[in-house]
């Protein structure tokens, strides 16, 4: 006999959760020596006292009162929360083996199912993240081969904000578009327009998806995932747009393996192509399709959403503070003039250099990163066993007041000494460290510098008439600035002369 009545059946739900939490309670004498945090109360564990929408906020809270180690409960879930420079860059860097895992997040597990990696384990991350560094390196990473290939996409790029003769535009879809191409032509070998159907699909559910991943419904599917599953929300739309992509990537890997041609390797997916061969005659399976699709899946989710993001906060920024960007586009005329820019540049420029750094440090836009424990570790003084689960607080890093004199203000000086010359900061970690750093750091860094240059170079950006700039941030897993408007007025040769005369 079924029972079908809802109320009893969410009574027997809430009760089985109940049971659980009693049951998970009666293990903690594994967590001994546990880092401190507030009671949590049955079944929710301290959802009670989270914001929600932007729970780092509430975790920074919490280490005032716990100290930069702490643990917090997600439902039945412990996990241990580390807050500023010092304390994560000792988990990052100096026990790098010991933090170098991620936990299991239902939604992750569900969309990835382990492979790739951004949220692969063991050994296959390690294999999948050593060709992936490789083959981008190979492919121009940090050298002048993907230097030209910025450099053209910025020519078709300008010419579409020229489009818009000064007039207000929303920069989200083409900012996009430009940083995706370079992922693009790296991994399937061509560009896409930025008005191809297909390629404004991809883009929108990739972007979507990292919206949807920072709201509070996705984070009640991942404490509670059996059953949320029944019901409808932002998991699900995930979820659809995941095999959206997914669906896309095969269809590309199908015709690549038609058309491979082991003596002409062109792009990722070849390479790839060729290892899976390759490993034919191994015990191994790495090189399965299930890994090259994530691969790609990561590369396009994580390689765009966040350059680009980054530069529509560098617009922003620019047209918050007029006089900054006057002193960038100075510096520009200066040490290029109305030359192509180039990577070198970078050491001549240090104002451009620091404002781009203070852009990546002020827009923190990966607040929290997850890791977990590899083993069993003893750090800073507590005992944190195999498998738990352990936020990271960027946010706490890139805003640490022992590092930035101003860490809640937009402010170029951070990097730069008394002689305007640039420093490095130490607390500086937009890619976090560590074993589970950004791949595409040298990437990202060549991106930033030639496609913001370039813009300053050729445009000055200025709010709409009456519009009020507002630089807090939106929600999201990737933070975004709130949507907006820019004007992109062009600096003409004869402007431009009139200005370096003046």
């Excluded at 450099?151 to 879809?173: D, H, Q, R, V, W």
Aim: aromatic share 10%.
């Amino acid at each position: 006999m079924f029972i079908t009545d809802p109320v009893t059946i969410l009574l027997l739900i809430l009760l089985c959760l109940f049971l659980v939490n009693i049951f998970h309670g009666s293990k903690d004498n594994l967590y001994q020596n546990f880092p401190p945090g507030p009671k949590p109360l049955p079944i929710i564990g301290n959802m009670h006292i989270l914001n929600l929408k932007r729970p780092c906020r509430t975790l920074i809270e919490l280490s005032k009162k716990y100290g930069s180690v702490f643990s917090v409960q997600i439902g039945i879930q412990k996990m241990v929360v580390l807050c500023g420079y010092e304390t994560v860059k000792d988990a990052l860097v100096n026990y790098a083996e010991e933090f170098s895992e991620r936990p299991d997040i239902p939604i992750f597990h569900r969309i990835i199912k382990g492979y790739g990696v951004l949220f692969a384990h063991g050994e296959n991350w390690k294999v999948m993240r050593r060709f992936t560094i490789t083959t981008l390196r190979d492919y121009g990473m940090g050298k002048k081969i993907l230097e030209n290939k910025i450099n053209e996409e910025y020519a078709i790029l300008e010419k579409k904000f020229k489009s818009f003769g000064g007039k207000p535009f929303e920069n989200f879809t083409i900012m996009n578009g430009a940083v995706a191409n370079i992922m693009m032509s790296i991994v399937l070998g061509h560009r896409f327009n930025y008005e191809d159907p297909v390629f404004l699909r991809l883009i929108h559910l990739i972007t979507e998806n990292v919206k949807l991943l920072g709201s509070p419904m996705v984070m009640l599917y991942n404490t509670f995932p059996s059953l949320m599953s029944w019901l409808p929300g932002s998991h699900k739309a995930i979820l659809e747009n995941s095999l959206e992509t997914q669906t896309f990537i095969k269809e590309v890997i199908t015709k690549s393996k038609q058309e491979l041609d082991i003596n002409n390797e062109r792009t990722l997916i070849d390479r790839f192509l060729i290892k899976q061969q390759e490993e034919k005659q191994e015990s191994t399976n790495y090189f399965s399709d299930e890994n090259l699709t994530m691969i790609i899946s990561n590369l396009f989710a994580a390689g765009m959403d966040t350059t680009s993001t980054t530069l529509r906060w560098a617009l922003l920024l620019m047209m918050k503070y007029p006089e900054i960007q006057k002193n960038v586009q100075n510096e520009i005329e200066q040490v290029i003039g109305l030359a192509e820019p180039h990577t070198e540049h970078q050491k001549e420029m240090p104002y451009t250099n620091a404002v781009i750094h203070e852009i990546q440090r002020f827009a923190n836009i990966v607040p929290t990163i997850s890791h977990a424990t590899a083993q069993d570790v003893t750090f800073k003084g507590y005992f944190l066993p195999k498998g738990t689960y352990v936020f990271l607080i960027l946010t706490s890093v890139l805003r640490d007041e022992a590092h930035f004199e101003k860490p809640d203000e937009f402010y170029p000086q951070h990097f730069l000494d008394s002689n305007g010359r640039f420093v490095k900061n130490e607390a500086f970690l937009p890619f976090a460290a560590g074993k589970r750093s950004c791949a595409g750091e040298n990437m990202t860094r060549m991106e930033l510098f030639i496609f913001f240059t370039r813009l300053l170079q050729n445009f000055t950006f200025q709010a709409p008439p009456g519009a009020e700039l507002d630089i807090n941030p939106a929600v999201g897993f990737v933070t975004p600035p709130m949507p907006h408007s820019i004007c992109a007025v062009p600096r003409t040769q004869d402007q431009t002369t009139k200005e370096k005369i003046h």
